[in-house]
Every structure is written in structure tokens, then in C-alpha cells.
């Protein structure tokens, strides 16, 4: 007689598994850094009671959906005034951003600027796919040059924003780039950004096959992350101004800044104890 054996996923017991199948296209990365993320939190001893996923509008904001974690699906480009909200209601939250790089940097630009500026504690992990894959491809604000998109088809003319570099000049304390090729760095960098206090900031560059990659030099998912693997650089404190994304040189990938100073939280609620004095 046979026994019936359900397969269990490692995972399994941190995802909303009714969900499934997901809504990415095949080959897509956001799969590779949910699972980095999720080994990584594993790492930190963090409970799961006090961690509390955000996310926005795009391909990358559906991922706290397929989490099973206190999640908060905002509005487009809103993911890091509402996280700051939460933590300032609860400092004993881990509070994490997870989101893509149009939702981040083009209508949540200002957002990410000022809450690094502050310095509050959140842990911001962006996936940077270089277009918006969601609504059909068009430029984004990380688009390399001479990439084309729905919205660039002769070729992107806009100097792209050098997310790290960004970062790091509005203040953050901690700053890491990878892609979906560097897994096990991944997962390292989502652990120390998790217990970093202060600002941490994680890049993850990641095929979009259907979208970008078709349009450009990688028709599929394989031919991006063999792209990843021969042109990522890893190098040690480089300055992240010379971080730029360019098609066909260098990726700079690696920690850029891990530094210490006082928090936001740190700050409001030493003024709060002061006032009701």
C-alpha cells in the first residue's frame, strides 16, 4: 500500500499558500528575493509577531500579499510614510518597505529622501528591474541609458538615478547592493539591514523578462542572470557615486555603508519625554 506524502516547502509556514499560484510573470526575480528575505529574517531571531511588512503599488508591492506577516498594502508610492507611521506608534516593530524601484524612487522619491534624512528606523528593500513592469513597461526613474522601454522605444535619453549613491547622500546608515544572481550575499545584507538600527537601504537589481529584458538584450530570465554574473563587481568600501548602472560595463555590487547614528525614534521620543515633563 502507498503512502500519500505532502510536499511542504520550507517557507511554506511564512507564506499565505491559499494565494498561490502568484501573479509574477515566469521568470521574474521577485520570487528569488522574497526567499532571501524570508531565510535572511529567519537569521535574526526576530519574532514574527513584531515584524510588519509594507509595501506600495507595482510588481514588487504584491509580495507582502503572499506573506503571512502583519502586512500593509498602501497606496502608490505611500510605503514609507506609512511604515514611518507604524514605527512611531511602535517602536518595537521591525517595520520593512518592500517595493520596486518606480514605486520607491519616482512618486515615493520625496518620501525616501526625508525618511533617510531622519534617519528612521525602517529597512527599505527596493527591486530595482530598471522599468515599471506592472502597467506595461514603460521608463522608469532607474532606466539605464540607451534602454529601451514601451515609453523610450529609440532608446532611454534620461540620466537614471544611482540608487545607492542616493542613499547614502540623503543618509543612510546602511546601504548594500545585489541581484537575484547573488542569493546567499542577499540573504546576508537583509539580515544586517533587519538589525541595523537606523535607515538601512537594500538594492536588488532583477530580471524583468517579459517587460525589460525582451525589449533590450535579455530575452529571458537565464540570459539576465548570466548577465548579472559576468558584469557584477564585488568590491569593498566603493565610493557609491561610482556605482552607476551602465548596459555592458560593471555592476559595483557589494555593502557600501554600514555606519552608526542616532535615530529619529531615538530623538522624538527623548523630545516627547521632555514636553510631558
Known sequence: MSIKREVIHPLDPYLRTE??????????????????????WLETNIPREKLVVVSGIGCTSRAPGYLLFDTFHATHGRGIPFATGLKIANPDLTVVVIAGDGDLFSIGGNHFIHAARRNVDLTIIC??????????????????????????????????????????????????????????QLQRAIKEALLKKGFSF??????????FGRRNQWPDSVSMLKYFKEHSQIRKDEPPEAAEITIGNKIIV????????????????????????
Open 19 to 40: 494565494r498561490f499560484p502568484h501573479i509574477w510573470c515566469p521568470g521574474c526575480g521577485i520570487g528569488v528575493v522574497i526567499g532571501a528575505f524570508l531565510r535572511g
Open 254 to 277: 557589494g555593502k557600501f555603508v554600514d555606519t552608526e547614528r542616532e535615530t529619529f525614534m531615538d530623538k522624538y521620543h527623548r523630545l516627547v519625554q521632555c514636553v510631558t515633563k
Open 127 to 184: 527591486v530595482n528591474n530598471f522599468n515599471y513592469g506592472m502597467t506595461g513597461g514603460q521608463m522608469a526613474p532607474t532606466t539605464p541609458m540607451d534602454s529601451k522601454t514601451t515609453t523610450s522605444p529609440y532608446g532611454n535619453i534620461e540620466q537614471p538615478f544611482n540608487l545607492v549613491h542616493l542613499a547614502v547622500s540623503a543618509g543612510a546608515v546602511y546601504v548594500a547592493r545585489w541581484t537575484t544572481y547573488h542569493v546567499r
Open 202 to 211: 537594500v538594492e536588488v537589481l532583477s530580471q524583468c523578462p517579459i517587460n
